[in-house]
């Protein structure tokens, strides 16, 4: 069963940093780019960062560049997006999505709709 995990969400005063994990299983994730993708209410899904399989090429939102890093850990099934310097702008559910290599990090972070598998999401809040 293919399973994308994410935790770290939470309440954040703006200004403040976070960092997400997204835990895989059940698929070959080294094969497999892995996008955060974030929906706030009311709004459109925005791919947000996105890793390539070789973990060689990363994509991110302009509206998070310089604010937010995407890495992963192949020894451990996991990406993580450090987020710094919050915004209330980035309150959002965020979540974790895997596609396969046949399309870029920028190319699934543009068009969401296209990748495999999606995790169920973990709220994120900046609020002072």
Known sequence: EVQLV???GGLVQPGGSLRLSCAASGFTFDDYVIGWVR???GK???GVS???SNDY????AGSVMGRFTVSRDKAKNTV???MN?????DTAVYYCAAGTAEFTPYYYCANPEFVNYWGKGTLVTVSS
């Open 6 to 8: 994410e935790s770290g």
């Open 39 to 41: 929906q706030a209410p």
């Open 44 to 46: 459109e899904r925005e």
């Open 50 to 52: 996105c890793i390539s």
């Open 57 to 60: 090429y990363t994509h991110y």
């Open 80 to 82: 993580y997006l450090q």
């Open 85 to 89: 310097d919050l915004k209330p702008e």
